[in-house]
């Protein structure tokens, strides 16, 4: 079906919001009629230790020109007084919440893709954990009261791949793999609630990040496919806040709680396209082209 989601009237949180994935399902939530709370450690004033130029403010921009209304507001999510203040803060403002979406990731340059797990810095594992796991759980600790006060509420577990093959480095599957237990876990106790909890994957991602290490950009980045014909499925991370705020206003979401899904498993239901107009469907083509289950 033709899906146009509204989300007028929702307050939503974007945990990790300040670029990729994070940046576009904040964006896609404004664009449906959303107030978005933009959280993440950078800002104009004060970089994170990824040091990388985008910010919360700019993605709050974002999400005013596409029609919602953006909120930032800097938050280290791994520093739970930080978190309870922004809940209070929320609360305090617009006395709802009814999304919540767990982007918070940042272990980038920390994942080591080379050689046996007891080869890997365990300092910086246990970091990453800390990092992608930990930030979850105390967001959905300190903002579940308010989910619970929401008549239509919505948690979203973002992950990367929804089979439970092996993810090419024990640390880095270690992780997205309890991202959806998380969503599994966290859907029984919001289930008597009316909360739907779902862990959502995107395909192969046209990140800044992705785009930089290809040396292309979004206008030119089918120039890159010579170098890896996969990059040819790609898609932008709108494709999967599309699909973010497709759940978010889909009255039957309860369906999908405690289950993991992706893009390409979710754009027919709802109608959804990429920023171009192309329907990605990376899990086609890794099961065809790959041999694998994404």
Do not use: C
């Not at 507001?73 to 403002?93: M, N, P």
């Not at 970091?127 to 006060?149: D, G, K, Y």
């Not at 239509?152 to 929804?162: A, I, Q, S």
Request: no cysteine.
């Amino acid at each position: 079906m033709d899906f146009s989601p509204d989300l007028t009237d929702r307050v939503a949180l974007v945990a990790g919001g300040t670029r990729g994935a994070g940046r576009a399902t904040a964006v896609e939530l404004g664009a449906a009629g959303a107030t978005v709370y933009v959280t993440g450690r950078t800002t104009e004033a004060s970089a994170s230790p990824m040091g990388r130029p985008e910010t919360i403010e700019e993605t709050a921009r974002r999400v005013d020109a596409a029609g919602g209304t953006g909120i930032a507001i800097r938050v280290d999510h791994s520093v739970s007084d930080e978190v309870q203040e922004l809940a209070a803060t929320i609360k305090r403002q617009h006395g709802r919440l009814d999304v919540v979406v767990n982007d918070i990731w940042g272990g980038d340059d920390s994942v080591e893709w080379e050689g046996p797990f007891w080869e890997h810095d365990l300092d910086q594992a246990l970091a990453l954990f800390r990092q992608a796991i930990n930030t979850h759980v105390i967001t959905s600790w300190h903002t579940a009261p308010l989910l619970t006060e929401s008549a239509d509420g919505l948690l979203v577990e973002v992950t990367d791949g929804v089979s439970s093959r092996y993810r090419g480095s024990f640390f880095y599957d270690l992780v997205k793999s309890t991202v959806i237990r998380l969503a599994v876990g966290q859907a029984e106790d919001f289930r008597s609630h009316g909360v739907a909890v779902v862990a959502v994957s995107p395909g192969f991602l046209r990140s800044e990040a992705m785009l930089e290490r290809f040396e292309v950009t979004e206008q030119t980045w089918r120039d890159a496919v010579a170098a890896d014909p996969h990059f040819a499925y790609s898609e932008t991370p709108h494709y999967l806040g599309r699909t973010i705020a497709a759940i978010a206003a889909d009255p039957d979401k309860m369906a999908l709680t405690g289950t993991a899904t992706a893009t390409w498993e979710q754009f027919e239901r709802y109608g959804l396209t990429d920023l171009d107009g192309t329907q990605p469907n990376w899990g086609d083509h890794a099961r065809t082209s790959l041999g694998i289950e994404p």
